[in-house]
T-cell receptor, first 115, second 113 residues
Framework: SAVISQKPSRDICQRGTSLTIQCQVD?????MFWYRQQPGQSLTLIAT?????????ESGFVIDKFPISRPNLTFSTLTVSNMSPEDSSIYLC????????????FGQGTRLTVV | AQSVTQLGSHVSVSEGALVLLRCNYS??????LFWYVQYPNQGLQLLLK??????LVKGINGFEAEFKKSETSFHLTKPSAHMSDAAEYFC???????????FGAGTRLFVKA
């Protein structure tokens, strides 16, 4: 199984600022995924980050608001730009299953509060 | 495109009663299906998964789910609810090995004493 480390685990930010969330995986993976879980809601896929190419964004999410970097096969960052209170959510990094595991692996998430 | 529909945002059962959480999926290819549980202020925990082997899948904590292709369903059941089962449950689908998992809206389970 993959071990995913996310930083920071939580943060409180001022509106109008930006926060970059880091995701480190203990093995090389082609695809990494970023999800958002708004308070009391389900997980929504933001984008798929492939190493060596531009991230693919889901409907309703744009690169200007959520720029993603994927410099190598074990690391990715998600930036939440020009934040507003509506961006207060848990942001999770995920990688596909490996070996016998068909399910995706998830980091513990970054709990973001925008004030 | 894949999607998941969970019927009922809230389900309330008495302790000891049957738990039934409904999930219907849409997928153009044979799906992988999952049920996750999330306790308050905690991360996701995988309950069980279907990956085209047995259609009746047993998971942790006494939960099981049955894959019914004809009904495009993957309902989660537990014969006897326990107070500790109170949580949010998410049904999810992916089309390949963990690729792009899509989650349902979730069902919050309440267990009454």
């Amino acid at each position: 199984s993959a071990v995913i480390s996310q930083k920071p685990s939580r943060d409180i930010c001022q509106r109008g600022t930006s926060l970059t969330i880091q995701c480190q995986v203990d093995s090389q993976v082609t695809m990494m995924f970023w999800y958002r879980q708004q308070p009391g809601q389900s997980l929504t896929l933001i984008a798929t980050a492939n190493q060596g190419s531009e991230a693919t964004y889901e409907s309703g999410f744009v690169i200007d608001k959520f720029p993603i970097s994927r410099p190598n096969l074990t690391f990715s960052t998600l930036t939440v730009s020009n934040m507003s209170p509506e961006d207060s959510s848990i942001y999770l990094c995920s990688v596909p299953g490996q070996g016998k595991n068909t399910e995706a692996f998830f980091g513990q998430g970054t709990r973001l509060t925008v004030v | 495109a894949q999607s998941v529909t969970q019927l009922g945002s809230h389900v309330s059962v008495s302790e000891g009663a049957l738990v039934l959480l409904r999930c219907n999926y849409s997928s153009s290819v044979p799906p992988y299906l999952f049920w996750y549980v999330q306790y308050p202020n905690q991360g996701l925990q995988l309950l069980l998964k279907y990956t085209s082997a047995a259609t009746l899948v047993k998971g942790i904590n006494g939960f099981e789910a049955e894959f019914k292709k004809s009904e495009t369903s993957f309902h989660l059941t537990k014969p006897s609810a326990h107070m500790s089962d109170a949580a949010e449950y998410f049904c999810a689908v992916s089309d390949r090995r963990g690729f792009k998992t899509i989650f349902g809206a979730g069902t919050r389970l309440f267990v009454k004493a």
